[in-house]
């Protein structure tokens, strides 16, 4: 084995037509080349896609009319212009400024078109997280922001990802999204000396999973978010010492206060560093290993590269399961779990795009209470967003259904 790799890089440095190499399958422990591997992979999966919608293979299957000239295609934070960053923060931006759809008499916390997305990932949150839709909710939450952007707000480019594997090596306070210039989603929260560590699974019998605090703690002091408002929540925040925060007045109701962050590099090292990230993909071989992964498995003491972004971004909404989305950077990270669920995918398109082995889980976090398993019939629904209700199994390409875009 090891000669014939051997061989095959040789091969590579001399001949430059192999330069894309073939994705080796086994995870490589040194976090710059396991994001090697991760470029190749998605390199490959692109290649897939692209194939796929020009001999319409799969978007044959539900006509959607995407082709290799509309097909959008999504980026690095960290690969965007100066521009094109101010374009999208200033969209999103725009957003905070237009009308909610939601009633106020449904979520009286709804204040503006952005708080619209925030309301509707509180009220499902249990439905959402642990079940079988939790990949295909968020790929069509993610996409409906990312239209919203487009056609409310002018927004001419696709929703950018985060690679954590990048910040982990850089550490967040100077990675292009949270090094608080004006062409990040701003930075770190005010320092708050001395915090103790978080203690996060408390509440389920196991042991719980301890955290180190980060270097912020406070309200954002740089970028381009450092005057919003966060409206709702919190419902279930994570506070320092193991205490839960939530606002009594209920999960939808007005409590305006800023954003705050606690940027814990150590975080996004331990769990989802490139390693972590190329390992959720080589090593799950069905989907209800690769969610559990992602998200997790109770009493590992792991919380997965899905919570291993959410928490390294840290502070409130960053450490609420539910109020999340009121960061705006949530929308980054969940591209990112997207990208590393199309690219799992794109591995054996067919069976992890259709059919009943592309979903597991039941419909309750957890199965708590014992819920039905889901199914690609269970239906999906966006509530005030105004978006269609759809079937789980028109959102498992992002070649068909309603969906045309792709990773670099
Ligand atoms: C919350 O969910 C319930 C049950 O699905 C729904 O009737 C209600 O409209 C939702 N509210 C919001 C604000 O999304
Ligand atoms: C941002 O907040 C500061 C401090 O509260 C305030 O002085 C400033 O006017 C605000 N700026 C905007 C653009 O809202
Ligand atoms: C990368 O992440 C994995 C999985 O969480 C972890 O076991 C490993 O120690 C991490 N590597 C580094 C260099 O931190
Ligand atoms: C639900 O899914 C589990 C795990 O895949 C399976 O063992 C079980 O038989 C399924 N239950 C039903 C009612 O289909
Ligand atoms: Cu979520």
Same mark, same amino acid.
């Given at each position: 084995?090891?000669?014939?790799?051997?061989?095959?890089?040789?091969?590579?440095?001399?001949?430059?037509?192999?330069?894309?190499?073939?994705?080796?399958?086994?995870?490589?422990?040194?976090?710059?080349?396991?994001?090697?591997?991760?470029?190749?992979?998605?390199?490959?999966?692109?290649?897939?896609?692209?194939?796929?919608?020009?001999?319409?293979?799969?978007?044959?299957?539900?006509?959607?009319?995407?082709?290799?000239?509309?097909?959008?295609?999504?980026?690095?934070?960290?690969?965007?212009?100066?521009?094109?960053?101010?374009?999208?923060?200033?969209?999103?931006?725009?957003?905070?400024?237009?009308?909610?759809?939601?009633?106020?008499?449904?979520?009286?916390?709804?204040?503006?078109?952005?708080?619209?997305?925030?309301?509707?990932?509180?009220?499902?949150?249990?439905?959402?997280?642990?079940?079988?839709?939790?990949?295909?909710?968020?790929?069509?939450?993610?996409?409906?922001?990312?239209?919203?952007?487009?056609?409310?707000?002018?927004?001419?480019?696709?929703?950018?990802?985060?690679?954590?594997?990048?910040? &982990?090596?850089?550490?967040?306070?100077?990675?292009?999204?949270?090094?608080?210039?004006?062409?990040?989603?701003?930075?770190?929260?005010?320092?708050?000396?001395?915090?103790?560590?978080?203690?996060? %699974?408390?509440?389920?019998?196991?042991?719980?999973?301890?955290?180190?605090?980060?270097?912020?703690?406070?309200?954002?002091?740089?970028?381009?978010?450092?005057?919003?408002?966060?409206?709702?929540?919190?419902?279930?925040?994570?506070?320092?010492?193991?205490?839960?925060?939530?606002?009594?007045?209920?999960?939808?109701?007005?409590?305006?206060?800023?954003?705050?962050?606690?940027?814990?590099?150590?975080?996004?090292?331990?769990?989802?560093?490139?390693?972590?990230?190329?390992?959720?993909?080589?090593?799950?071989?069905?989907?209800?290993?690769?969610?559990?992964?992602?998200?997790?498995?109770?009493?590992? %003491?792991?919380?997965?590269?899905?919570?291993?972004?959410?928490?390294?971004?840290?502070?409130?909404?960053?450490?609420?399961?539910?109020?999340?989305?009121?960061?705006? &950077?949530?929308?980054?990270?969940?591209?990112?779990?997207?990208?590393?669920?199309?690219?799992?995918?794109?591995?054996?398109?067919?069976?992890?795009?259709?059919?009943?082995?592309?979903?597991?889980?039941?419909?309750?976090?957890?199965?708590?209470?014992?819920?039905?398993?889901?199914?690609?019939?269970?239906?999906?629904?966006?509530?005030?967003?105004? &978006?269609?209700?759809?079937?789980?199994?028109?959102?498992?390409?992002?070649?068909?259904?309603?969906?045309?875009?792709?990773?670099?």
């Amino acid at each position: 084995m090891r000669s014939v790799s051997l061989i095959v890089l040789i091969l590579q440095a001399a001949v430059p037509i192999f330069a894309a190499p073939a994705p080796a399958d086994t995870v490589a422990s040194n976090p710059e080349d396991a994001l090697k591997q991760l470029q190749a992979l998605a390199d490959a999966a692109s290649e897939q896609a692209k194939q796929d919608v020009s001999s319409n293979t799969v978007a044959a299957r539900a006509a959607n009319g995407c082709t290799l000239s509309n097909l959008q295609v999504r980026r690095e934070w960290g690969t965007l212009s100066a521009s094109e960053k101010k374009s999208y923060i200033n969209a999103v931006k725009c957003l905070m400024s237009k009308p909610g759809k939601t009633p106020t008499s449904m979520a009286p916390g709804v204040k503006n078109r952005f708080d619209d997305f925030v309301a509707v990932h509180i009220n499902q949150t249990m439905e959402i997280h642990y079940t079988g839709s939790f990949l295909s909710w968020h790929r069509y939450f993610t996409w409906l922001y990312e239209k919203a952007l487009q056609t409310e707000c002018g927004y001419k480019g696709t929703q950018p990802y985060w690679n954590w594997g990048f910040s &982990a090596l850089t550490g967040l306070e100077s990675s292009p999204i949270f090094d608080g210039s004006d062409t990040s989603m701003s930075g770190n929260g005010a320092a708050i000396p001395n915090q103790p560590d978080i203690l996060i %699974g408390t509440n389920n019998g196991l042991p719980p999973i301890v955290l180190p605090p980060g270097t912020g703690g406070g309200c954002v002091t740089s970028g381009p978010f450092k005057n919003m408002s966060v409206n709702m929540g919190p419902v279930s925040l994570s506070l320092p010492g193991g205490a839960t925060g939530s606002n009594p007045a209920g999960p939808l109701a007005y409590n305006p206060r800023c954003l705050k962050r606690d940027l814990t590099t150590k975080i996004n090292q331990r769990f989802a560093n490139g390693t972590a990230i190329l390992s959720n993909i080589l090593v799950p071989k069905d989907v209800d290993a690769f969610q559990m992964q992602m998200q997790g498995i109770p009493g590992t %003491g792991n919380i997965g590269i899905h919570g291993g972004g959410h928490y390294s971004m840290g502070g409130d909404p960053g450490r609420d399961f539910f109020v999340s989305p009121s960061d705006p &950077a949530f929308y980054l990270h969940h591209s990112m779990i997207d990208r590393v669920w199309w690219i799992w995918q794109l591995l054996s398109t067919k069976e992890r795009t259709q059919g009943p082995k592309a979903v597991a889980g039941t419909r309750t976090f957890l199965n708590d209470p014992p819920s039905p398993n889901t199914t690609i019939d269970d239906i999906i629904n966006m509530d005030f967003l105004g &978006a269609p209700s759809l079937p789980i199994k028109d959102l498992l390409s992002t070649t068909a259904g309603p969906f045309c875009y792709i990773y670099l």
